[in-house]
């Protein structure tokens, strides 16, 4: 059975894309950071639907935590064929001349770093070159790498700018070797990552502002996360869907 690494699974975007991998047959591995109580609930969730799944903590901001998990993933029965690096965090929104390095650098720890030595770990189990099989790998972007997020956030937008331009080089860098790499960047998704950014009900306030008038599910962004993943998109990589409501 392949396993499917996805970073950020105890909730939201990730937990529904565990959940539907889990559902299309692969092993999933449950990453988290804090919340292990969430992550072990997933796993629960996946079995009781007959799937497969265990819960890694590590926090992919730490580069000794994600060489960690993946040797941990090593030791599971499979091999790692799909990650998907969906872990991402922003804070209390604000202007730019309010922010500070320490917060730009904890961002960037996390959605750019961490993103990053995840797809280096898993190039080096999927790639040919590496005597893998291949696979593919998905990078959870965001609408923000388009719109800036003036006055909220503009260091995660910035952040998620980062990642597509990583999702770009990574996918021309190892397309001759079995991997393909592609991102998804959603909209107003209903999750709790709202409420870090001192807004938990922000996506019903910005509603009418999306042409198709709501905001978004988890599981819609899953769904595209998953088409990523599977054969039915063979000939795609480096390509990034925006999954935002027409926003
Ligand atoms: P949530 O805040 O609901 O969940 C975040 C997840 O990431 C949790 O599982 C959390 O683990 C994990 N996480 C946070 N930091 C780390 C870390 N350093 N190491 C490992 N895991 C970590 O987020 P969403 O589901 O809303 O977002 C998922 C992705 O989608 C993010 O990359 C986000 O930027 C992106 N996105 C979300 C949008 C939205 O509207 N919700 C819109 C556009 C993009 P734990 O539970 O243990 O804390």
Not at 86 to 92: H, K, S
Not at 126 to 138: D, E, K, P, Q
Not at 146 to 163: F, I, L, N, Q, W
Request: proline share 2%.
């Amino acid at each position: 059975m392949n396993i499917a690494l996805v970073t950020g699974a105890s909730r939201g975007i990730g937990r529904a894309t565990a959940i539907l991998l889990a559902r299309q047959g692969w092993r999933v591995a449950i990453n988290f950071a804090r919340r292990a109580d969430d992550a072990l609930s997933v796993v629960a969730e996946i079995e009781r639907q007959g799937g497969s799944a265990f819960a890694i903590q590590a926090d992919i901001s730490d580069e000794a935590q994600v060489m960690a998990m993946f040797a941990e993933i090593d030791r599971q029965p499979g091999a790692l064929t799909a990650l998907v690096n969906n872990a991402g965090i922003l804070f209390q929104q604000t202007t730019l001349e309010q922010l500070t390095a320490e917060r730009i650098s904890r961002v960037f720890a996390t959605n750019v770093t961490g993103s990053f030595i995840c797809c280096r770990e898993a190039v080096k189990r999927m790639g040919y070159h590496h005597g893998g099989s291949g696979g593919a790998i998905v990078n959870v972007s965001s609408a923000a790498a388009r719109t800036g997020a003036p006055g909220e956030y503009v260091d995660y937008a910035a952040s998620k700018g980062a990642m597509d331009t990583l999702t770009k080089g990574l996918s021309l860098e190892v397309a001759a070797q079995g991997i393909r790499v592609n991102g998804v960047r959603p909209g107003f998704i209903y999750t709790e990552m709202h409420a870090d950014g001192g807004e938990a009900q922000r996506v019903d306030r910005l509603a009418a502002n999306i042409p198709m008038q709501r905001g978004g599910q988890p599981e819609e962004i899953a769904r595209a996360i998953a088409w990523l993943l599977s054969d039915e998109s063979s000939y795609i990589t480096g390509s990034i869907i925006d999954a935002a409501g027409g926003r």
